[in-house]
């Protein structure tokens, strides 16, 4: 089935990391026009080379930009509109981490969270909206957390602002019903990306562990691959889920019933 993004344009934040790079490639293999944006320029490049590698046709423009910069949405939704001349897809998921109790938090922490976290979401989505709207189709997909809903201790500036992303959506697709504009967050649970494996191997754990911690912290007994969360963001982004909006998806193996 594939095609499911034939003729559409799609800005995807974060796009250098695993789980942006898996979404990446999936809507390239959809059919869409991609802007993949990430301030890691050597990471994407590698992503954007390999994506042409397993998809030769596809349409994709790279973008070396801060996402925590409010200036930075401007020139994103240009190139974009540049390239592909329409935005009908904005998929929010850059995001940092940050492992401070609250209170030890420190304002340069929070600030950092808050830019890159939660307020490029909204600076982005300001800006492409009028191109959104034009789209007549246009989908937001914000990537929050698990942890949104069901905080730990120990990083609770990052649930803070996940829990945020939550409520914009919802105010978003309040919002923007109006112009057939939808609006979705998708929340992961355990994905394992390459920043678990380096943060897990300079903490002295093995791949063993952190199998381990996954068994016992969802039913599905294991880590999600980033391309299992990319696949519900596709299908948000998709024409398939038209009636689908104002969601917060949980993704995570059945992580809360246990
Ligand atoms: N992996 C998980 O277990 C998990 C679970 C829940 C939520 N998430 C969320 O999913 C999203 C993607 O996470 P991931 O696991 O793929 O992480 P990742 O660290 O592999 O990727 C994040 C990407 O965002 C980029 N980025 C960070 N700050 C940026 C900025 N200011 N400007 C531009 N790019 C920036 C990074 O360079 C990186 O390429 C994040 O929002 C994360 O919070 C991940």
Known sequence: MAGRLQGKAAII???AGGIGSATGQLFA??????????????ALEAVVAAIKGAVPAARVVSLVEDVGEEAAAGRIVEATTSAFGRIDILVNNAGIRAYEPLGEARSETWNDI???NLLSYAWLTREAIGYLRASGRGSVVN???????????GMGQYDVAKAGIISMTKTLAFEEAKHGLRANAVCPGLTLTPFHIRRAEAAGRTRGDLDAEAKGGCLAGRWAE??????P???LASDEASYVTASAIMVDGGRFVL
């Not at 980033?226 to 696949?231: S, W």
């Open 143 to 153: 990537v929050s957390s698990t942890h949104a809903v069901n905080p730990r201790a």
């Open 29 to 42: 293999e959809e059919g869409a026009g991609i802007v993949l944006v990430d301030r890691d320029a050597a």
């Open 13 to 15: 934040t974060g796009g």
């Open 114 to 116: 808050l830019r890159i």
């Open 233 to 235: 963001i596709l299908w």
């Open 226 to 231: 980033p391309r299992e969360i990319a696949y």
